[in-house]
């Protein structure tokens, strides 16, 4: 049985930025603004809902993650470095240095774990198959690979059960479950969770990034496929939320009690007739699930060692 279209939540377009690719979408507490980057343009976004205005900063590098610390500092994944962003002046200040690839590389995506450390992918600016990984940032400031030979690591997640992660490399079109033994700090061989194979979608439809709700349920979007799908711990897609846009690529819970969904997505890309059927796209979305979403963890001060 295909997963049933919900009638509500309805997206609305709260801000329509024709961003080449919208990505990495972050909601701050304490500011109250959603914090997100069009990677490839080099512009970081602080969206105000109450004030319904975004404010934008360019940093002169690929900014493909966003993270807060425990001091409420915006962390950024440039292609060389993980920096503190200051929206006071628009600076950056390095805190971490990454070593380079093979090849040119660039931070995509990122999560913080529940022990207050920086997981991000790293991938091929020319998106070359196997050249990223998913690596870890500790608190001194090392950078260990936790999976390599990777292409596009994107979208990750803790459930709050524990003892796992969920984690997805694009192209090979699968959700996947990572046993994680918090002792060793090692990842066990992945489970699928989801195979977007197996549902009614393009064919070129990949999984993108996502978030988790208060039910730790998965809020997918599928770049390619024009919707957020809402994912059991099982593996079920028990919903799915039409988009007015093709491509989506991540979602973050927001709003002073986190009952909001921002989405993002992308322009870039699209031929002269695809643009003409979206003219929404690269805009930021917002809808009202059913469910909350839950808190995001706050990273204990990456690269300072305090």
């Known amino acids: 049985m295909p997963p049933r279209e919900l009638s509500a939540p309805t997206p609305v377009v709260v801000l329509d930025a024709r961003a080449e690719l919208g990505e990495g979408p972050l909601w701050d ?25 975004d404010t934008c900063w360019q940093v002169g590098a690929a900014a493909g993650a966003a993270a807060l610390d425990v001091d409420g500092r915006v962390i950024l994944g440039l292609p060389d470095r993980l920096a503190v962003f200051d929206p006071a002046d628009g600076s950056t200040t390095t805190i971490v240095h990454f070593a380079p690839g093979q090849v040119p ?6 999560r913080v774990d529940p022990l207050g450390r920086l997981w ?22 090392a950078v260990v690979a936790v ?3 990777l292409t596009c690591p994107n979208g990750m997640a803790w459930p ?13 079109r699968t959700l996947d479950r990572y046993p994680w033994d918090e002792a060793t700090d090692s990842a066990g061989p992945p489970v699928p969770l989801l195979d977007l194979a197996t549902l009614d979608l393009p ?19 599928v770049w390619g496929g024009g919707c957020l799908l809402r994912v059991a ?23 002073p009690d986190l009952a909001e969904l921002y989405v993002t997505s992308a322009a870039g890309g699209l031929d002269s007739a695809a643009s003409a059927r979206e003219p929404h796209a690269g805009g930021l979305f917002r809808i009202r699930p059913p469910v909350p979403g839950r808190p995001g963890d706050l990273l204990l001060r990456a690269g300072t060692g305090s």
């Open 203 to 221: 064919p070129d439809a990949v999984p993108d990034g996502l978030a988790i709700d208060a039910d730790d349920h998965l809020w997918l979007a």
């Open 147 to 149: 999976l390599r030979g």
């Open 160 to 172: 709050s059960t524990g003892g796992s992660f969920v984690f997805i490399d694009s192209p090979r």
């Open 105 to 110: 590389l660039r931070c995509n995506d990122c």
């Open 120 to 141: 991000l992918g790293r991938m091929a600016h020319d998106m070359a198959v196997g050249a990223g990984s998913l690596v870890r940032v500790d608190r001194n400031g």
């Open 29 to 53: 507490s304490r500011r109250g603004v959603l914090w997100w980057l069009d990677i490839l343009a080099g512009t970081v976004h602080a969206y105000d809902p109450a004030a319904g205005s």
């Open 233 to 255: 711990p099982d593996g079920t897609v028990v919903a799915r939320v039409a988009l007015p846009v093709s491509r989506p690529t991540s979602c973050a819970f927001g709003g």
